[in-house]
């Protein structure tokens, strides 16, 4: 059997790809536990500058794997037990946190229908390059759930909360064009250069100053939920840090002497 997830690092970058492409990269136990660790693994991993998020087939993620999910809620029902949605807790959470407070950029290459919780790995990732004949769909309302996957946090911010309210309470495919104007795509190519796009731009990444990125990526989500008066503090924290990088040295340096600058990533 193929793995659920595969992964691959190279010259900085980690590809992580889901990989059941003959259910759509539905996401059965195996490989919600698969990305979780996996992504937990690039976070932790030094030689690691940048993480592209991808899948196999024609679907980047329909989210949950229905089968297993009716079997698991028929368990519940027999056995008198609420153990289904724990992997919200289990799963779907850790998930989503390990890409938004990754210490450096996640680009999501979305290659095709991305829905619920796929939807929402998609929507958590820094920059989505997606191919032109994908969409993307909340769904979460169609199955009479809410938002899961971090969606309630990061489509509001996306969007603004009236389309997020919209999105949700009405779900639909959204195309790519349309996702673009909405905001919810960074960049929409034809889907034979998806795979070749999406990994430029997280090439691109993977070889720039990665420590400043990881700063960009923690005051973004700082200012969400503070004050300007606390953001600029946490700027101010930020900068500190960032301006006593080797990167930025590096940068300095490469300026004065007209070069291109070779980060290290620290």
Same mark, same amino acid.
């Given at each position: 059997?193929?793995?659920?997830?595969?992964?691959?690092?190279?010259?900085?970058?980690?590809?992580?790809?889901?990989?059941?492409?003959?259910?759509?990269?539905?996401?059965?136990?195996?490989?919600? #536990?698969?990305? =979780?660790?996996?992504?937990?693994? !690039? *976070?932790?991993?030094?030689?690691?500058?940048? @993480?592209? +998020? %991808? $899948?196999?087939?024609?679907?980047?993620?329909?989210?949950?794997?229905?089968?297993?999910?009716?079997?698991?809620?028929?368990?519940?029902?027999?056995?008198?037990?609420?153990?289904?949605?724990?992997?919200?807790?289990?799963?779907?959470?850790?998930?989503?946190?390990?890409?938004?407070?990754?210490?450096?950029?996640?680009?999501?290459?979305?290659?095709?229908?991305?829905?619920?919780?796929?939807?929402?790995?998609?929507?958590? #990732?820094?920059? =989505?390059?997606?191919?032109?004949? !994908? *969409?993307?769909?909340?769904?979460?309302?169609? @199955?009479? +759930? %809410? $938002?899961?996957?971090?969606?309630?946090?990061?489509?509001?911010?996306?969007?603004?909360?009236?389309?997020?309210?919209?999105?949700?309470?009405?779900?639909?495919?959204?195309?790519?064009?349309?996702?673009?104007?909405?905001?919810?795509?960074?960049?929409?190519?034809?889907?034979?250069?998806?795979?070749?796009?999406?990994?430029?731009?997280?090439?691109?990444?993977?070889?720039?100053?990665?420590?400043?990125?990881?700063?960009?990526?923690?005051?973004?989500?700082?200012?969400?939920?503070?004050?300007?008066?606390?953001?600029?503090?946490?700027?101010?924290?930020?900068?500190?840090?960032?301006?006593?990088?080797?990167?930025?040295?590096?940068?300095?340096?490469?300026?004065?002497?007209?070069?291109?600058?070779?980060?290290?990533?620290?």
């Amino acid at each position: 059997m193929a793995d659920a997830v595969l992964y691959e690092v190279s010259d900085g970058l980690a590809t992580i790809t889901l990989n059941r492409p003959d259910a759509m990269n539905a996401l059965n136990t195996e490989a919600k #536990a698969a990305l =979780r660790d996996t992504l937990l693994q !690039a *976070a932790a991993d030094p030689a690691v500058r940048a @993480v592209l +998020l %991808t $899948a196999t087939g024609r679907a980047f993620c329909v989210g949950q794997d229905l089968k297993e999910h009716v079997a698991s809620l028929a368990a519940d029902h027999e056995n008198g037990t609420r153990t289904t949605m724990d992997t919200v807790r289990d799963h779907y959470n850790p998930i989503v946190t390990a890409i938004t407070q990754m210490p450096k950029p996640v680009v999501a290459g979305v290659n095709g229908v991305a829905a619920g919780a796929g939807a929402g790995f998609a929507f958590a #990732a820094d920059y =989505r390059v997606v191919a032109d004949t !994908a *969409a993307f769909n909340t769904s979460f309302a169609g @199955v009479a +759930l %809410t $938002a899961d996957s971090g969606v309630s946090w990061t489509l509001p911010r996306l969007v603004g909360r009236g389309r997020a309210t919209d999105l949700l309470l009405f779900p639909r495919n959204v195309a790519a064009q349309e996702a673009y104007e909405l905001g919810l795509a960074d960049k929409v190519v034809p889907a034979a250069e998806l795979a070749a796009e999406a990994a430029a731009v997280a090439r691109r990444l993977a070889s720039g100053p990665t420590a400043a990125y990881a700063a960009i990526k923690e005051s973004l989500d700082y200012a969400a939920g503070h004050s300007l008066a606390q953001a600029l503090v946490k700027e101010e924290e930020l900068q500190a840090r960032a301006g006593a990088s080797e990167d930025h040295d590096i940068a300095v340096a490469a300026f004065l002497n007209k070069e291109k600058p070779r980060y290290v990533g620290r």
